[in-house]
């Protein structure tokens, strides 16, 4: 008879698995700390070069990534604001039904967590996002960002890599099992 269970390491729920909210948490904290040193330091739109290919510019999003419906005339931001509670309540309850072994899932959920977390507080306390990194090359400039939105990607990484390389580690598990 074939062996049809689970290794127990991952089987295990994930003890714990709202320490991982300390994660979010300090992404809140940096990228609120770094978006208040850059409107406090920094002119509106007046780019500062710290590498050829790198700016400080002080920006103001109301839209989505890349600016996104940025010029519609505000409800977009509940919208935005919406979703993002959505997401956060949704990516929440995953993060409690984790297992024992999805310590990478873990860190990429509350990666994105904090991410929204942090343009959320912008959107619903000043109406649009903070954004201040600028990269740039032969008069190209990529959409200026912020700590959140690189959390956010980071998160987003590590969940498309979670889904493509986590049930190949799971199946090398049970196997060693």
């Given at each position: ?22 994660l979010a ?81 873990a860190c ?51 969940l498309i ?17």
């Open positions: 008879m074939p062996d049809t269970a689970a290794s127990p390491a991952s089987a295990a729920p994930m003890r714990r698995p709202q320490r991982w909210l300390w948490l300090a992404v809140v904290v940096l990228d609120l700390a770094t978006k208040y040193a850059a409107s406090h330091l920094l002119g509106y739109a007046r780019p500062v070069e710290v590498l050829p290919f790198f700016n400080l510019t002080l920006l103001h999003n109301t839209g989505a990534a890349f600016s996104f419906l940025a010029s519609h005339p505000g409800w977009q931001r509940w919208l935005f604001a919406t979703i993002a509670v959505a997401a956060c309540i949704g990516l929440g309850v995953w993060l409690t039904r984790l297992k024992a072994d999805e310590k990478r899932l990429a959920l509350a990666l994105i967590i904090g991410g929204a977390l942090g343009n959320l507080y912008d959107r619903v306390v000043h109406g649009y996002v903070v954004d201040f990194l600028s990269f740039h090359a032969a008069g190209w400039y990529y959409p200026a960002f912020n700590v959140a939105d690189i959390a956010i990607t980071l998160g987003a990484i590590g890599w979670e889904s493509v390389m986590g049930d190949r580690r799971r199946r090398i598990q049970q196997a060693r099992h």
